[in-house]
Antibody
Framework: QVRLQESGPGLVKPSQTLSLTCTVS??????????WSWIRQPPGKGLEWIGY???????YYNPSLKSRVTISVDTSKNQFSLKLSSVTAADTAIYYC????????????????????WGQGTLVTVSS | DIQLTQSPSFLSASVGDRVSITCRAS??????LAWYQQNPGKAPKLLIY???TLQSGVPSRFSGSGSETEFTLAINSLQPEDVATYYC?????????FGGGTKVEIK
């Protein structure tokens, strides 16, 4: 049974870079049709998809965050990571990592079908 | 971006009732729609994908239907453990987007 666990600082200062890691256990991050994704949820609000990465390092980001987001993968550690730069209070949220099932791909992005499982989430607060 | 509008935003029903949640897309998304259940303080959990396919392990009282722009999640015989917020998600176009959520409570 695959499990995902987020880790990283719970408090980040404005203008700094938010860095989180998702550790995958119970299965390999490499191969297959699985794509590894980040989603966030401001406290008491809805869900926003941030982006995904494949083990081969191909990735795709939400255009609204693209200029500030980098998602990377470390297959040797079975982990993938999120970096979000120049954070403001609007980036305060619970950050989730999740596994997605993908099917066909075009030159730039892949068709994802569903997200399962999700990590338990980690609250990141942006404050001085 | 493809907008998803869920209705109602809040629903209160009795144990044993059948309840329905609607998700409307701003454009045709075929059947590229998933439903998630988020219990209080927990991560979302996949219930249904491809509009109507029940995820393994999910109780059969949950069902999904619809295509193009209108979709429904139904809970047949509401149970106390179904108290949660339910979200739809479209996977037809990028960026992937979610509906605003429907909070379900027991009357």
């Amino acid at each position: 049974q695959v499990r995902l666990q987020e880790s990283g600082p719970g408090l980040v200062k404005p203008s700094q870079t938010l860095s989180l890691t998702c550790t995958v256990s119970g299965g390999s991050i490499s191969g297959g049709n699985y794509y590894w994704s980040w989603i966030r949820q401001p406290p008491g609000k809805g869900l926003e998809w941030i982006g995904y990465i494949y083990y081969s390092e191909s990735s795709y980001y939400n255009p609204s965050l693209k200029s500030r987001v980098t998602i990377s993968v470390d297959t040797s550690k079975n982990q993938f990571s999120l970096k979000l730069s120049s954070v403001t209070a609007a980036d305060t949220a619970i950050y989730y990592c999740a596994r997605a099932w993908g099917t066909y791909c075009t030159n730039t992005r892949c068709r994802l079908e569903w997200f399962d499982p999700w990590g338990q989430g980690t609250l990141v607060t942006v404050s001085s | 971006d493809i907008q998803l509008t869920q209705s109602p935003s809040f629903l209160s029903a009795s144990v044993g009732d059948r309840v329905s949640i609607t998700c409307r897309a701003s454009q045709d998304i075929s059947t590229y729609l998933a439903w998630y259940q988020q219990n209080p303080g927990k991560a979302p959990k996949l219930l249904i994908y491809a509009a109507s396919t029940l995820q393994s392990g999910v109780p059969s009282r949950f069902s999904g239907s619809g295509s193009e722009t209108e979709f429904t999640l139904a809970i047949n015989s509401l149970q106390p453990e179904d108290v949660a917020t339910y979200y739809c998600q479209q996977l037809n176009g990028y960026p992937l987007t979610f509906g605003g959520g429907t909070k379900v409570e027991i009357k």
